[in-house]
Every structure is written in structure tokens, then in C-alpha cells.
């Protein structure tokens, strides 16, 4: 048997399914002992994406020859002893808003489809790194909502019920991570891009520190809210693949450059860990949700991890109307040009969240900030000190994936609702660029995955994706789902 490699995969190497299920440090072992070759793992994954894509809609355009040409450069340096990258020969895609070198960028709209000249910058760093890219996924128009259901360029369907969305913007992305068309993704978060989309899928899906990532060549929204992170399988593939987005971009002015960017440095050397209850932003879960996380936090202590309430008063209050402000009024912003000249190009969702951004004056914009800066205080504070937690655990969905309807509004996430709902604590770490992480603790009978989330202090992105592993483990390694079935 191949170190690292499940036997059952060998006895089926050969396989698509048992290709389409393996991690980044699976694949690598297998290429670097000859196992398997990068040529034939990019080939099974685009198979699978040709048999099962019509049905998923994870995918606006596949780059079938693009993938195969770079997989056989990576193939080439493997067998002759080259320097080989971190993700050297690994199956990637990313979401149709960032730009991907000689593919159309559509941003999910009916407006655009222009061809890439150029990569956008963390697009660059993985290329480096010696991934293959697959094509670009399917998205909520814009960006700009939580379902992805799009009329324009396809509504990606939820890999473990296909009558059930994937949440959104970066639908199409946890699609095809959780479908084993990709073995990671790239995606773009502004309120819960990312980690809603991996709640619903069943992956895991983390949004670094604010700055980590350069957003050159990603489409704005929300310039002090955007940002890029990556969907995968497992908490140690998230660490490979946002471990090689680091650069030094000097064009995006929120990129951070002295940080140390090392992740998952596992935490036993360190003091006994707490993690913090925001109980008050906990409502109207459904039982399986809040089953599944009361067992989360039951496994926590038992393997010596304290977990306690912790109240947060402001941000349980202004979080949902803070966001929403910030978030409409520089999209509003961003979009002024297109949305001032030909308001018909957007979809009635999207258009709803530009117009209603134009509403705010600049004196509402800036007393949202001011609240939002003691939101900041509030939630910091709270990890700050002796007597303060590490991180903050909870929830990441207060339900199962919705049913696909028509409209493009998640239930209690329309444009302007802004009563408590456990959605708006998803955007509480992307108001204050905090990082955090989403993925399944548990699965409901009928198959549908039980997320919840972990988020802590800024550049302490390493400790949060290992509590959110330490988390995960509750769920017995024979009882963990890798792909959907295809």
C-alpha cells in the first residue's frame, strides 16, 4: 500500500471515482512514487465534469485543453526530477468573477464576456505552485447574493440533492469541490461568499485574515469587505491551497505583506484553548442544526478545549443593518457606471441591493463605520486578555440547504432584512476581516450536511482552521463523506 493513499483507491487507481476522491497530499505522494501520473488525474476529473456537470451546473467554462497541457507540464517535471510546486499537478477551478488567463470572465452577468489577458494575482501564485486549472465556476450574479440561482450563466444544484441550492456567490465553486470535479477551489467572499456555500455543500470553506489575499484581477463589490479564499474537502487541503496564495502585489492597497502566512501549525504546544458561545446571535435554528452543533461542542471539551457563552451586545444588535449598509453602498459604488446607464443589464435581486445602495448618503455611510468600528472593540475585546477566548465557535447555517425557487433570496436574507438571523453572524468576520472557516459536523438522515463555523482574531488564521479540524472530528472517520455521487 501507498503511504498517505486509502487502499481502496489502489485497488481502484485506475478509477475516476477513486482519482476524484483523493486529497492534494494523496495525489502528490501518488505522483511523486508513480502511482499515478498528473495527465491521467486531470483527465478522470474533466471526464467526471463532462458526465456530470449538465446535471450540477458547477462550471461556465471547462478548459479541457488548457488543463491537459499543464498537467503534462507538471508531468514532465516530476519524472525529470525538476523543482516541483506545492500543488504541482492538482485539479483547481475558480469562480467566473476572478481572471483566468485566455478564458471569458463572466462575473455571472449578461453583460460581460470578455477573454482574460492576464491572470488575476492569487490565480498567478497557484499557477506557480504548479496547479492545473480547470475551468471557471458558476456564481450569483455579481456576486451579490446568497443563493446563486442565475438566470444568465447557470444556477449551480447542490451535489447532495440537486433540488437544493448551493448557496451563494461562490455556488458553482463548493459544486464542484463537493461533486469531485475539482479537488479545490477558489472563491470571493464580501458577506458569507464562502463559507454559506461550503455550509450547504458539505466542505469546507475558509476566508482568511482581510489582507491575506491580493485581489488584483477579482471583480470589486465592497472594497473594505471583499475578499478571497478557497473551498476544499479537508482542513489540511484548505491549509495547502491558501498557503500558496501569498504574494507581493503592491496594486492591491488592503494586502498585508509581513505577516507570517504559515498554516496549520498544530496547536498541542499551546496554552489550554477557549472558544466562545455568541449565543444571542443564535436564533430560529433548526433542531438537526443545533443537534449537530451542541455535539460539536460536547467532542471540544472532551478533548480538553473550554467552551462558554460569551455575549455580544453591539454586534448581536447592528451587525445585519451594518453589513447591509456597508456592503449596498460600495457595491452601489462599484457598479455606478452600468447601473446609472443600463439598470436592465442586472437581474431584479441584484438591481434591488445597487438601488438601495444609491439610497444611503454619505452621512449614513459614515455612521454605519462608526458603529462598525465598535462592533470591532466589542468582538476583539472579547478576545483579548486572560480572560478572553481564542476564537469564536457557532452554527455557520440556521437550517439545511433551501429548496431551489424561483427568486434569488435566501429565507431571512433579502436585501434589507436585517432582524437577527443566524445568516448575518456569517457576516460578522467579513464585516471586521476577521478569518473564519465553515465545514460539516455532522449529516441529517436523508443525507444533507450539518455545518458550523469557526472565526477568531486577525492574522490568527492558522488556530482557526485547526479548531475548526479539532471541531470536524467529531464525525467518525468510516462516517466521513468525500464526493458526491456522479
Not at 198 to 210: E, L, S
Not at 328 to 343: D, F, I, Y
Not at 359 to 375: D, F
Not at 381 to 393: E, L, S, Y
Request: with cysteine; net charge negative.
Amino acid at each position: 500500500m501507498t503511504e498517505g493513499v486509502p487502499q481502496e483507491f489502489l485497488a481502484d487507481a485506475g478509477s475516476d471515482a477513486a482519482m476524484c476522491s483523493m486529497s492534494v497530499a494523496q495525489l502528490r505522494h501518488a505522483y511523486m512514487t508513480g502511482d499515478l501520473s498528473p495527465v491521467d488525474v486531470t483527465q478522470a476529473h474533466l471526464n467526471r465534469i463532462s458526465r456530470g456537470d449538465p446535471t450540477y451546473s458547477a462550471f461556465v467554462t471547462v478548459d479541457a485543453d488548457g488543463a491537459i497541457a499543464s498537467a503534462r507540464q507538471s508531468e514532465v517535471r516530476i519524472r525529470t526530477g525538476q523543482e516541483v510546486g506545492a500543488l504541482e499537478g492538482i485539479p483547481l477551478s475558480i469562480k467566473d468573477l476572478i481572471n483566468v488567463a485566455g478564458l471569458p470572465m463572466t462575473a455571472g452577468s449578461r453583460r460581460l464576456a470578455s477573454v482574460s489577458a492576464v491572470d488575476a494575482d492569487a490565480v498567478a501564485c497557484w499557477r506557480r505552485a504548479g496547479a492545473v486549472i480547470l475551468g471557471t465556476n458558476t456564481l450569483h450574479e455579481y456576486a451579490f447574493g446568497g443563493t446563486s440561482v442565475n438566470a444568465h450563466t447557470g444556477t449551480p444544484r447542490n451535489p447532495w440533492d440537486v433540488s437544493r441550492i448551493c448557496g451563494g456567490s461562490s455556488g458553482g465553486s463548493a459544486a464542484a469541490v463537493a461533486a469531485g470535479f475539482v479537488v479545490g477551489a477558489m472563491g470571493t467572499e464580501t458577506g458569507n461568499s464562502i463559507r454559506r456555500p461550503a455550509a450547504f455543500c458539505g466542505i469546507v470553506g475558509f476566508k482568511p485574515t482581510f489582507g491575506w489575499v491580493s485581489r488584483t484581477g477579482v471583480v470589486p463589490l465592497a472594497s473594505t469587505l471583499d475578499h478571497v479564499g478557497v473551498l476544499a474537502r479537508s482542513v489540511d487541503d484548505v491549509a495547502v491551497l491558501l498557503g500558496n496564495l501569498s504574494s507581493s502585489d503592491v496594486r492591491d492597497l488592503g494586502l498585508h505583506h509581513a505577516q507570517d502566512r504559515s498554516l496549520l501549525s498544530r496547536a498541542s504546544s499551546s496554552p489550554k484553548m477557549s472558544l466562545g458561545i455568541p449565543s444571542s446571535m443564535l436564533v430560529g435554528l433548526d433542531a438537526r442544526i443545533e443537534g449537530a452543533f451542541n455535539q460539536a461542542v460536547r467532542h471540544l471539551e472532551q478533548i480538553g478545549i473550554s467552551v462558554r457563552i460569551v455575549e455580544l451586545p453591539i454586534a448581536s444588535l447592528w451587525t445585519a443593518a451594518i453589513s447591509s449598509i456597508t456592503m449596498h453602498a460600495e457595491g452601489a459604488l462599484s457598479h455606478e457606471r452600468l447601473l446609472t446607464s443600463s439598470p436592465e443589464a442586472y437581474g431584479s435581486d441584484v438591481l434591488a441591493r445597487l438601488l438601495s445602495g444609491l439610497a444611503i448618503s454619505k452621512g449614513e455611510y459614515a455612521r454605519a463605520q462608526a458603529v462598525r468600528e465598535l462592533i470591532r472593540i466589542e468582538v476583539l475585546g472579547a478576545m483579548t486578555g486572560p480572560t478572553g477566548v481564542d476564537a469564536f465557535i457557532a452554527p455557520a447555517v440556521p437550517d439545511v440547504a433551501p429548496l431551489i425557487q424561483p427568486g434569488a433570496f435566501v429565507p431571512g436574507d433579502a436585501p434589507w432584512h436585517v432582524g437577527p438571523t443566524a445568516f448575518h453572524l456569517q457576516r460578522l468576520p467579513s464585516l471586521l476581516g476577521l478569518p473564519a472557516g465553515a465545514g460539516p459536523v455532522g449529516w441529517t438522515p436523508a443525507g444533507l450536511p450539518l455545518p458550523i463555523q469557526v472565526f477568531g482574531r486577525p492574522w490568527e488564521d492558522s488556530k482557526v482552521l485547526w479548531l475548526l479540524g479539532q471541531a470536524m472530528d467529531v464525525i467518525p472517520m468510516v462516517e466521513r463523506r468525500t464526493v458526491a455521487h456522479v
